[in-house]
């Protein structure tokens, strides 16, 4: 259930040692010494919801206000991490198995169920907030689910198969909350988690600024035709000014040509310069989740090659963990394993080499086909 921003700014203040009187529209706030230097208000506030009010000395508290910004100064390196456990639901076995060969697929190989058991598996719950700046701004939150027992990450909030938005998901756990404290964990280590997600999260954002960056080329394309229009005209007048006086081969009318197509190309650049796309990320949180569940160990056996993998029941989103592409770590269906390191990798990362024709694995070889030497457009 949704709060009331009026009820969330309270348990803030009185969090941070503050005594409160509320009479409904205002309210009275008795403040330590540092919150009122860190929210720049007095010691003693009165802090209002509506803009009018009787006395001068009030000060208005709403989600456009001052006040409102200067809050998050309270969390300042706050609640970037966290850690919970939580209990696990109870499970029926024989029906998640029966579901496992609908779940894994390979294009190029086969698997069998060795073994099932009881683990502790960390996931780690990731906040990242990006901006996309060229002659527009565009920004947005994405969350992540990172599986750190075998690196399979959900996009959240994006996916129909994962109703749930980040901030739902951590409403629900907190009520599944456990005290007892798990010591032995199943979990790769935590800077290859972290490698994974910034990889699957710029994999994201590109795909969710599609539609932004369609737009800006169509500007770019459309502004740099304007432009050319614009010089090739100036060229053509020039040109036909000079045959009208006879000088269409001296040095004089070479020099303005020259200069045009000269200034023809800074313009262009410049253009190209205004609409460059300039994305950052930043990771805002990470709050680690343990929760007992199954794990069921699988071998995945190419041609003669055999590998062990780890799927796990994801007991956040309550179904099986989707498999990870080892290199792109955001994947398209369907799923390939590699010849080399039997590496599992998705149809965008299990490429054909327009040389040779030969397919290869990208997390073996991020930079070009090993057979024939050609090299991946825009590798580097």
């Known amino acids: 259930m949704m709060r009331a921003f009026w009820d969330i700014v309270k348990d803030i203040l009185v969090h941070n040692e503050a005594i409160i009187e509320d009479y409904g529209e205002c309210m009275e706030a008795l403040v330590t010494r540092e919150v009122a230097q860190t929210l720049e208000i007095p010691e003693f506030s009165h802090l209002c919801r509506s803009q009018t009010s009787d006395s001068d000395d009030t000060v208005q508290l709403s989600y456009d206000s001052e006040l409102f910004g200067r809050l998050a100064r309270l969390f300042k390196g706050s609640g970037q991490f966290s850690q919970m456990t939580i209990n696990p639901r109870p ?23 060795n073994d099932t058991e009881e683990k502790t598996v960390s996931y780690m719950l990731l906040f990242f907030r990006y ?23 959900a ?10 938005s980040g901030s739902d998901i951590l409403r629900e756990l907190v009520t599944r909350q456990s005290i007892e404290q798990l010591n032995t964990i199943d979990k790769m280590d935590t800077s ?31 502004n740099i035709e304007r432009v050319v229009d614009y010089y090739e005209t100036m060229l053509s007048e020039t040109e036909q000014r000079a045959i009208k006086k006879g000088i269409a081969g001296d040095d004089k009318t070479a020099d303005k040509i020259k200069a045009i ?97 030969r397919h290869y694995c990208s997390a073996c070889y991020p930079d070009g086909c090993p057979k024939c030497g050609s090299e991946l457009k825009g590798s580097g």
């Open 155 to 164: 996009v959240l909030d994006r996916n129909s198969e994962d109703k749930y």
């Open 91 to 113: 499970l029926r076995y024989e029906k998640i198995i029966a579901t496992l060969p609908e779940k894994i697929t390979f294009s190029n190989a086969v698997f069998k169920l």
């Open 261 to 357: 197509k000269t200034e023809l190309k800074w313009k262009t650049q410049d253009l190209i310069t205004n609409f460059a796309l300039n994305i950052r990320t930043e990771l805002l949180s990470a709050t680690r989740i343990l929760s007992p569940t199954s794990v069921f160990k699988i071998t995945i056996q190419r041609r003669k090659s055999v590998r062990e993998f780890l799927i796990t029941y994801n007991q956040i989103l309550r179904r099986i963990d989707s498999l990870p592409c080892e290199h792109c770590f955001f994947p398209e269906k369907p799923y390939f394993v590699c010849d080399d390191k039997l590496h599992i990798i998705c149809r965008n990362c299990y490429i054909e080499c327009k040389k040779c024709e």
């Open 131 to 153: 901006t996309a700046i060229s002659d527009e701004k565009k920004d947005g939150i994405i969350s992540l689910l990172v599986n750190e027992t075998n690196l399979s990450i």
């Open 192 to 222: 290859l988690a972290i490698q994974a997600a910034h990889k699957a999260v710029k994999a994201v954002i590109m795909a969710e600024l599609k539609g932004f960056i369609s737009s800006l080329n169509r500007r770019l394309n459309r």
